[in-house]
């Protein structure tokens, strides 16, 4: 599902995990709901707006195949830097699930530290 409320996009931002790469930088935050939601930052600096609706477009493609993948709850925001635009979609591609990969190990490290704490204190 989309990602449309500006909380929801501070949330990833703020609560979550990030790793950049070299056209995107991607944010995932886990949330305590069962829904997924994507969405996508691609500001002015990318391009005018045909440039800047070609990237989100190519990045909505992208990470829709790997949507299943992601866990219940995950709340990921894609990031489109200025050398984004004009990338052939094989490079965006590669770009996106190393960053996606990226978030994912580094969300389930910090979950998992934070078990270990839970068990510790109680």
């Known amino acids: 599902m989309r990602m449309r409320k500006a909380d929801d996009f501070r ?3 703020r609560c979550g995990v990030s790793a950049g790469g070299r056209y995107v930088v ?9 829904q997924i939601l994507v969405g996508f ?12 609706h070609r990237v989100k477009r190519q990045c909505r493609h992208i990470v829709r ?5 992601l866990p219940k709850g995950a709340r990921l925001v894609v ?5 984004a635009a004009g ?6 591609t590669t ?5 996606i990969e990226r978030t994912l190990r580094k969300l389930t490290r910090r979950t998992q530290r934070e078990e270990k704490q839970c068990k ?3």
């Open 26 to 34: 991607s944010h995932m935050a886990q949330a305590d709901d069962e």
């Open 120 to 122: 510790s204190d109680g």
């Open 65 to 69: 195949e790997r949507l299943m993948e």
């Open 11 to 13: 949330f990833a931002f």
């Open 41 to 52: 930052v691609v500001s002015k600096k990318v391009g005018n707006s045909v440039v800047r």
């Open 95 to 99: 770009d996106i699930y190393g960053t």
């Open 87 to 92: 990338q052939s979609s094989d490079r965006l």
């Open 79 to 83: 990031r489109a830097l200025p050398s």
